[in-house]
């Protein structure tokens, strides 16, 4: 696995917003970056990255199915009493999931190691499925890459494929929060892949969502929300008014109410108790109950977090970084300290995506900080022997 330099496309910023892709700075940070790419054996895809996630993604569902039978576990996860029978009724009726993306430490010597499983609301979804195979495209043509050059990436495929597997007829509707161009484009996307399956899909945002005099919930117009795909957590719906009405209403969701197990941090610590030692795990363990942690390095993260939030870094016992953030209300879990593999000064972090069960493609991104966030970079990638 190496980090090559290669000179941008000159018109890269009108490509990509030809294609939709308005968020390539972030507050005025480049986001999208194709400065460098990150070159990998088929081996390395393969054996470091494909497999493994593959496994994991097993053993995940593996972990559902004992978790949603023992109300011990639901209560180390802080789900609420409310939510474990939405999340056991979800299970049991087999509702499907779309999609999900493990984060690894890898630096293509030894195994890839997990960080964390974004199994409810991953984004840096249309930028890895699609925008960076269109740079791999360019890149051959222009000469850039050699024409073997080839990509971790069948995610638009297996997307939607798995949208084509519901067979699900009527309207199906997408919603994010208002204000994240962000998530607005990757519903966009995804909406376009449910399109291009056959479903009848409608955008529309969270905030506009109402529910009528039955406890049912409905779009602006006053359609019925019979199926909702939503980037929005399960952990902010327990939160919300219409929390409630959940166990009554006759929405199904995507992601479906079992993720809202795999989603939370606490599985890290429950993966490693059913797996020790396992190559692609790291030691975990609840950090609220641990009277001392069994290492001297590690981080500290909330159960329940995103893009990085609250997490704070500990070597020989002591602090030495922490990151902002408003979470960790629910407690905390503790894992050994695996720093990405700096290259360059730049330490990426690479995302395998599960799509429909499957793994089946890769994102990079990177960052000088040891924590990766919403501002860090994308990086692109390829597959050279």
Known sequence: MRRVPLAPRPEWREIAENNGFFFHHINGEIYWDESAYYALSLKEIEDGLEDPAQELADMCREL????????????????????????????????????????????????????????????????????????????????????????????????IETFASLRVSGLTHFAAMKGSEEDRATVEYL?????????????????????????????????????????????????????????????????????????????????????????????????????????????????LSREGANIHVFRGHRQVFVSDGEYGGEGYIGQALCPPPFVDGQGPVCGVWIVGGKSCGLGIREDTSPITSNLSRFIPHCILE
């Open 191 to 303: 909406l376009d892949c449910a399109r291009q399956a056959g479903i009848d899909g409608r955008q529309t945002y969270m905030e506009d969502i109402v529910t009528d005099s039955l406890g049912l919930f409905m779009d602006p117009d006053g359609q019925a929300i019979h199926r909702l795909f939503k980037l929005y957590p399960w952990e902010f719906m327990w939160r919300d008014a219409f929390a409630p009405l959940l166990p009554g209403c006759d929405t199904t969701f995507i992601e479906p109410a079992w993720k809202m197990i795999l989603s939370n941090k606490g599985i890290l610590p429950l993966l490693w108790e059913r797996h020790p030692g396992h190559p692609n795990l790291l030691p975990a363990w609840f950090h609220d109950m641990a009277k001392s942690p069994p290492v001297n390095d590690y981080v500290v993260k909330p159960l």
């Open 64 to 159: 559902v199915a004992d978790a949603v039978n023992s109300e011990e576990i639901l209560e180390l996860l802080a789900i609420p009493p409310l939510f474990r029978d939405i999340a056991r009724d979800s299970w049991r009726r087999n509702e499907p999931s779309l999609y999900g993306r493990f984060d690894f430490a890898y630096d293509g010597h030894g195994p890839a190691k997990l960080y964390e499983y974004n199994a409810d609301t991953p984004t840096a979804l249309y930028e890895a499925a699609y925008f960076q195979w269109l740079w791999l495209e360019d890149r051959i043509r222009d000469g850039g890459l050699p024409p073997h050059a080839d990509q971790f990436n069948s995610i638009q495929e297996r997307l």
